[in-house]
Every structure is written in C-alpha cells, then in structure tokens.
C-alpha cells in the first residue's frame, strides 16, 4: 500500500521534473514569456515540490508504522530503533539519502521560483534557465529513485530479519519479515547524526542553483552582472549550510566514533570540503567580477566546477568505491553516478568553450597589490587546496585502477599539503580586507596594519611566555589574531570617520557602520571563525596528550596529565537491540573529584564488531578524552588522551557559518530596495 | 592622527622597529625552543596504515591488530631505534601494512607534481592575462 504510494509519487516528482525542465527551457528562450508557458512552469514546479515531499512523507509514514513490506524499511529499519532515530533512519541508507536528495532539490527549486517572481525587477529568462536546469538535474535524481535505488520496492520474499528479494512492481505479492535489523549501529548513536546529513544536503544540494544559473547564462548568451547576483546568493545559503554541516559533522565524529578525532581525511570528508574550498573561492572571485567586472569566465568555471565536484563526492562515497563509515553497500547507483558526472562536466565546459568568446573581455588587473590581487590570491591557494584534497582522494583509485599497485595516501600527506596552505591562506585573510581596490601604496596599507601586526605579534610572545613554545601552536596564534585585529581595525577606523562629522562618539558608530556592509562585516566574522578554527586545530593537533591502551582492573588508578583516573566498575545496560557496557571512570584533580566519565562498548546484534562511545569530561581549557578497546568484568583496556581547546573549534566553525548568514541577511535586504554603501571602504587611512 | 608629524614619526620609525622586536622575540624564542616531545611511537604510529581497518593509523584504530603493531613499534621505540629502522621493520615484520604518508616513488609521483602544476598554471595564467596592459589613469590610494 505504502510502496504503491511511494512509487507514484517518485514516478509524479520525475515526470514533473521533466515537465519543469522543458517549460523552463520554452519560457527561458522567449524573451517575451506569456503567461501560458509561465503557468505551465509554475504547474510543473508545483507538482515536483508536493510529489518529492510525499514521497518523503510516505517513506516516514512506512518507517515509523514499521510498514516491513516496504523494501527500504525492512532493510534499513527495526521496530526497536527509538525516536528520532526512526525518523533519521528515512536517510540513513543509499535509497532514502537520495529521496532526501530529491526533496531538497525541489525545495530549491521552489526557493528559487519565489525569489524570482517576488523581486522588485521582476523574474526573466535567467530565471527560467535555471529553473529548467535544475529540473534536468531532478530529472536524474528522480530516476535513480525509480531505479537504481528505489525505497518503495515491494518486499517478495523475507528471511527473519530482512528482505531477500522485492520488485518494483507496486502490485506483486508483499512478503515482509516480522522485524528488520535496524539502522548502522554507528547512525544511531548521538542526535546530531540526524541533524548533520540534512544539513549538508542543503549544502550539496544547494551547489545546484548556482551552477544552474551560470549554465542558464551560458546558454542564453546572457553573461553580465545579472547570472553573476543570483549565483552569488545561492551559493552563500549552500555555504552557510555546508558550512554548518562540515562543523556539525566533525563534532558528531568527536563525540561518538570515539578514535579521539575530528577530522581523518576520510573521502566524505574531502567529499564535503572540495565544494566547501570552490564555493568560498567563488564567493571571493564573484566580489572581483560584481565590482570591476574582471574574471567572469574563472567564475562560470567555480560554479561548474563546485557542482561537480558534489557529484563527484556523492559518487565516491555512495558507490562503494571506497569503503568508509559513510558509503553505504555496493549497488548500481555507482555506474549511474559516474555517467551524471561525465555528462555534467562534459557538457557544462563544452557549452562554457562554446561560449566562452562572448564572455566579455575584463579590463586588466592594475597591480597585483590591491584588493583584486588579494582575491586573486586567496582564489589560487584555494583551488590549488582543492586540487590537493581531490588528487589525494583520488590517486589510490586511479593508481589501483590502471596499474593494479596500492598505496596509501592518508593523513600525514594532506596535513604536510594543508597546513602550509592554511597559513598562507590565514595570512592573506589578514592582508586582504586591509588593501584598498585598484592600488594599494605600501604607505596605506602600512597605515592599515601596522597596529594589528604588532597586537598579533603581541599575542603570540604571550602565548609563548604563558603556554607554549610549539611553532605550529605560536604561529597559528599569531596568524589568527592578526585577521581578527585587521577586521577590528577597519571597523573602528569606519566607526571614527563616520562619527567625526556628527560629533558622535565612535563607539556608538559601529552598529550603523556593520548594518551598512553587512556583506563585508559578515565576511569578516566568517574570517573570525576560520581564524579561531585554526587556532584550536594547531592546539589539539599539537599539544594533546596520549595515553594508550592501559589494562585497568576495577579499583585501579592512573596518572594521566595531571589528572588521576580511577576505575570503579562496570555496568551494562541491555535496550532490545543492544548490549551496552559502560566503564565508571572516575576523574580525580587535586584530591579532589571533578568528574564521573562513562566510555562505553556497544554490541549490536546487527554487527560483530562492538562500538566504542567516549567518555568525555569536558572543561574550559581542554577535553580529557576517555575510549576503551576492551571491557569485560575483570578489567578494561582504556585510552585516553587531552584535547586543548577543543569547544574553540565548534565555536570557529559555527561562527563562521554565521557569518556567511548575516551577509545573506544583508543582501536581502538591498535587493529589496535599501541602499548599501559602496563597500564602506572610501580613503584610506 | 592629532598631529601630523607625530604620526608620521610614530609610522616610519617606532612603529616598524615594536614590529621588529616583536617578531625577533617569537622567531627566537620558537628556534631555540626544544622540538615538541610528543610520543614518539604515538608518531610513528600515526603514518602507518592499520592493514585490518580502513584508512585508519595503527595510533587511532581500537582494533586488536593495530594494538599489537603498536606494541611492538614502543618495544622498538625503547631499544632506541630511528624512526627509519622501526618503520622497516614493521614493515618487514607486517608486510601488509602500509605507509600512510606515501613515499616519493615514480609511481606516487604524480601525485606530488599535480598540486604544483595546478599552482604554477594558475600563478602563470594570473601573471598572463592579468598582467597591467592598460596604462592606470586614475590611481588613488584607494577606491
């Protein structure tokens, strides 16, 4: 019943889909749009929009009516998995994940419409190839859901506790097993597994706009100021998105995979930061181009490129090529996504070749000290750390494809390439917001920075009599203060010339002097984060401390950075689908206990291999990470290890985030007719 | 900026020579600061591929294999091997381990040269085409 639900309403979503893309496409190639081509759009937007919502609705409404018929369900779900998990686990699984995938695409695409029908300006053919664009791309993520990866087939046959066989014919005869084996026991650990892929999807997801408006351009001839807008708005709300689910994600492999880690390079990870490196240098080069008109054609490249580059970390992690947490079984999703990827790349350089005369010739770069240099920096270290963090996840495949030869490329070779990257990166952070456009002398910029240079260098002997020598800890110190005092020292040189001719006092000037670039005070706070990022990552990456793997019967105890663990027993609790054994580590400071740490050994019955959970205690200065390798009555096998700083990098990452936010925030507002401030960035110093 | 001379002293002269001092100081004080005395096997560990599990250090990984791997990387850590001859050995003693960091071999390397050919082209295509063709009629300081 469910399954014949489901399966017209993906069939409904990828008819509609089409529908879109052609009613886009007639509308966008008619400058003069009538309205019955603009009401044929609207209908077939619509109907995407409500048949990819129920189709997800439908596959909650199975899942939490435990409808076992339905083959996704009886796979991927169990009647003892608890809320949220049940709700989580619609996208816990290759099929699910892509009917998510389905229902934000529409959610865009109806984001997209509102947008443009809502403006001052009125919607035009830009708008119209973008909409039918991204109805091309439904087009493709419907269909998979109709094929390769369908969650409404009917279960045919059932073992105790999964689907053996199912078929896609909604009416064959339903067979469903009396229980499923539930979720990955790793999915249904922590809350913020449910919220961190939704959260990148709309990130992922989000990417598609953009590109859809610079194919739109592309195609209809239509380069300038107009595509170069909507693109750049895009991209800040997938940016913010994927932004926030970079951070969420990381924190979520903190708290639950208990290895102690944030970050391994793992390719879902890369998966995630290659767009994430693409879509920030565009919103970079798209400020060249918005103000002097320069590099139109490298940003038709960013936004092809960021696209594809989703695709392709959709490809690698759903496909089973690599194997890690996130990809899910093997199945023919893989070949279909490779195609999309071919046909995307293919034919998105092939029309930007086709084009690429008419894309107006910009006017020359003055000198390359100037703002447009600054960005053109920050542009090439970011595509040449894509250009790292792809060919590193990449080359093992490649080599093992073509030559049958395995190496390993892992951690300790991104983190040589990244972190010189990074700094350089940090460094023109600090530089760029301070030099003017066209021409910076020495003497402005000078003017400009000689104060945050001496605060950052301040910092950093600060750090070294008070912390630490370590040069990784004491540079990133330095570099991070020096973007914060920069942006700091720009707000209040504004904040006084604004306040000189009303007599006002300066401080009350920096509310008004924000609110008239929020643009440019978003991105400054986005700095902030990235810069408060860095410094926590240099803190934990070098100066944690390890303590691996000590045999601890109940009642011993052990030393450990200044604190004293003790073990006092062991307790397990059993939930239906479940064995939970916990480890009571007691934290002792100063013959004084500070805290009760509780990392525990889960056996699913789902899978052999148990799942560690951390105990962490947390504190203001630094996390003391408690994991065990091995519990049983008579001992435990512990480690431990410190993580300084650790909340800094949450903290980094969401203001980051929120950064990109308020600059959305700000943009609405001008496109609704207020007036912004040239860029508050007239005289210098 | 009350007062223009002031400033302009303040600018050329005490300003660069605090800036210098400061950076003296840090470049100092992080030369002659003892190299960070982080476990030294925890180090070596950490560039080794745990052959049982996927992508994960023989440091990081829980799994029994890698525990033992690691203990025998600390037995050699404590007879005072360099790092060379303990990574040798293991491999020796594992030989389905692999190193995480891989070595520059022909067959890694591409690998290498394809980040830096990205940085070249783009530094070359930067300087190309936007190198200043047009004479700068209107310079000032800022916009």
């Known amino acids: ?685 | 900026m009350a007062d223009p001379t002031g400033m302009r002293l303040l600018l050329r002269w005490v300003s660069p020579l605090l800036t210098l001092a400061l950076a003296a100081f840090v470049v100092v004080s992080l030369t002659t600061a003892d190299p960070a005395h982080q476990d030294r096997a925890e180090r070596i560990g950490k560039q080794v591929r745990c052959p049982a599990c996927e992508g994960e250090s023989i440091a990081e990984s829980p799994s029994s294999y890698a525990a033992d791997m690691m203990g025998y990387v600390r037995e050699m850590v404590t007879q005072g091997l360099s790092d060379q001859q303990i990574l040798d050995r293991l491999m020796a003693a594992y030989p389905r381990s692999q190193m995480l960091d891989p070595p520059f071999q022909t067959r890694t390397a591409l690998l290498w040269a394809l980040p830096a050919t990205a940085l070249v082209t783009g530094l070359l295509l930067a300087f190309y085409r936007l190198r200043k063709p047009v004479a700068p009629e209107s310079i000032r300081d800022s916009t």
């Open chain 1, 1 to 685: 019943m469910l399954s014949l639900a489901g399966t017209l309403a993906v069939w409904t979503a990828l008819v509609a889909s089409g529908w879109l893309a052609v009613a886009g496409w007639q509308a966008a190639r008619n400058p003069f749009a009538d309205s019955r081509s603009i009401a044929a759009l609207r209908r077939s937007l619509l109907v995407m929009v409500l048949a990819a919502l129920g189709a997800m609705i439908i596959l909650e409404a199975a899942l939490l009516a435990n409808d076992f018929t339905v083959s996704y369900v009886a796979n991927h779900h169990s009647r003892h998995t608890p809320f949220p998990f049940n709700i989580a686990t619609a996208w816990a699984a290759l099929e699910g994940s892509i009917v998510l995938w389905g229902l934000v695409l529409a959610g865009y695409a109806y984001a997209v419409w509102r947008r443009a029908t809502a403006g001052g300006t009125g919607p035009d053919s830009l708008d119209w190839g973008a909409l039918a664009v991204i109805g091309a791309v439904g087009v493709f993520f419907f269909g998979l859901m109709v094929t390769v990866a369908n969650p409404f087939e009917v279960c045919t046959e059932a073992a105790a506790r999964s689907c053996t066989a199912s078929s896609a014919l909604p009416f064959s005869r339903a067979v469903g097993p009396p229980d499923g084996l539930g979720p990955n026991p790793l999915l249904q650990n922590h809350l913020l597994m449910a919220i961190h892929p939704p959260l990148l999807y709309l990130g992922y997801v989000g990417l598609t706009v953009p590109f859809a408006y610079g194919l739109s351009a592309l195609a209809l001839r239509r380069s300038g100021p107009g595509w170069l807008r909507r693109s750049g708005l895009w991209t800040r709300v997938a940016w913010v998105f994927l932004t926030a689910g970079i951070t969420l994600g990381a924190w979520w492999a903190y708290e639950v995979l208990g290895w102690g880690g944030y970050w391994a390079w793992d390719p879902v990870e890369n998966a995630s930061f290659m767009p994430w490196l693409v879509a920030t240098a565009f919103l970079h080069s798209s400020l060249v181009q918005e103000r002097r008109g320069m590099l139109e054609a490298w940003n038709f490249v960013l936004v092809i490129g960021a696209f594809s580059l989703t695709i392709l970390g959709t490809f690698l992690t759903r496909s089973g090529v690599i194997a890690s947490v996130h990809s899910f079984t093997q199945s023919a999703i893989g070949p279909a996504l490779l195609g999309f990827l071919v046909v995307v790349t293919v034919g998105s350089f092939a029309l930007f070749a086709a084009r690429s005369q008419q894309i107006s010739s910009p006017p020359r770069l003055e000198s390359p000290s100037s703002r447009e240099g600054g960005f053109l920096l920050n542009n090439l270290l970011l595509t040449v750390y894509a250009m790292v963090v792809l060919t590193g996840t990449l080359y093992p495949l490649a080599l093992e494809a073509f030559t049958g030869s395995e190496v390993g490329v892992g951690r300790p070779f991104f983190d040589r390439m990244a972190v010189p990257i990074s700094f350089a990166l940090l460094l023109a952070m600090g530089i760029g917001p301070a030099l003017p456009w066209r021409v910076a002398r020495a003497r402005v910029v000078w003017s400009r920075v000689h104060l945050p240079l001496q605060v950052a260098l301040a910092a950093g002997v600060l750090v070294i009599i008070a912390a630490t020598r370590v040069g990784y800890v004491v540079m990133a110190v330095i570099a991070g203060s020096w973007v914060v005092a920069v942006a700091a020292a720009r707000l209040w040189s504004q904040a006084r010339r604004a306040a000189r001719p009303k007599g006002a006092n300066a401080w009350s000037m920096i509310p008004a002097v924000i609110r008239s670039d929020r643009g440019f005070w978003g991105g400054q706070l986005a700095h902030a984060g990235v810069a408060l990022a860095a410094v926590a990552i240099a803190c934990t990456a070098n100066l944690s401390q390890t303590l691996d793997r000590v045999e601890m019967a109940p009642g011993d105890r052990v030393e450990f950075a200044g604190y004293e663990l003790v073990h006092t027993g062991v307790s397990t609790t059993r939930t239906p689908n479940r064995l939970k054994s916990s480890a009571h580590v007691e934290i002792w400071k100063n013959g004084r206990r500070v805290g009760l740490a509780e990392p525990a050994l889960s056996q699913f019955e789902t899978s052999a291999l148990p799942i560690a959970t951390p105990g962490i205690h947390h504190t203001l200065t630094q996390d003391l990470y408690l994991s065990l390798t091995r519990i049983d009555e008579q001992a435990i096998t512990l480690r431990a290890a410190t993580a300084p700083l650790q909340w800094v990098l949450w903290l980094g990452g969401l203001t980051c985030a929120a950064g990109g936010f308020y600059s959305l925030v700000g943009r609405k507002r001008r496109r609704s007719g207020a007036v912004r401030s040239p860029e508050g960035e007239r005289a210098g110093g």
